[in-house]
Nanobody, 126 residues
């Protein structure tokens, strides 16, 4: 069974850090681009970051550049999203997904991704 499972969400104070994990089962992440997305209440799902399997290139939304880092652990078959200097506006449900291609689609739009995890809640609040 092909599955993506996110974990690592929680409640953190502004300025704090969290590391999200996206672990695949039933397939190897080595061959596919993996994107991280988030959706806040009343807002559309937006692309946060993406890791292309072809050459390891990465994409970051302007709102998270310099604060978030995406990485891959081949042994663990997991993609991570390290989130630092968190802000209240980062509060959302975070999802990982794949479009079953090697490259991140331009702009990392949610509509281009077909297989999704169940999401993990991140709340940034004092």
């Amino acid at each position: 069974q092909v599955q993506l499972v996110e974990s690592g969400g929680g409640l953190v104070q502004p300025g704090g850090s969290l590391r999200l994990s996206c672990t695949a089962s039933g397939f190897r992440l080595d061959f596919y681009a993996i994107g991280w997305f988030r959706q806040a209440p009343g807002k559309e799902r937006e692309g946060v970051s993406c890791f292309s399997s072809k050459d390891g290139s990465t994409y970051y939304a302007d709102s998270v550049k310099g604060r978030f880092t995406i990485s891959r652990d081949y042994d663990e078959n997991t993609v991570y999203l390290q989130m630092n200097s968190l802000k209240s506006e980062d509060t959302a449900v975070y999802y990982c997904a794949t479009d079953w291609g090697e490259w991140c689609p331009e702009g990392t739009l949610a509509a281009d991704f077909s297989s999704w995890g169940q999401g993990t809640q991140v709340t940034v609040s004092s």
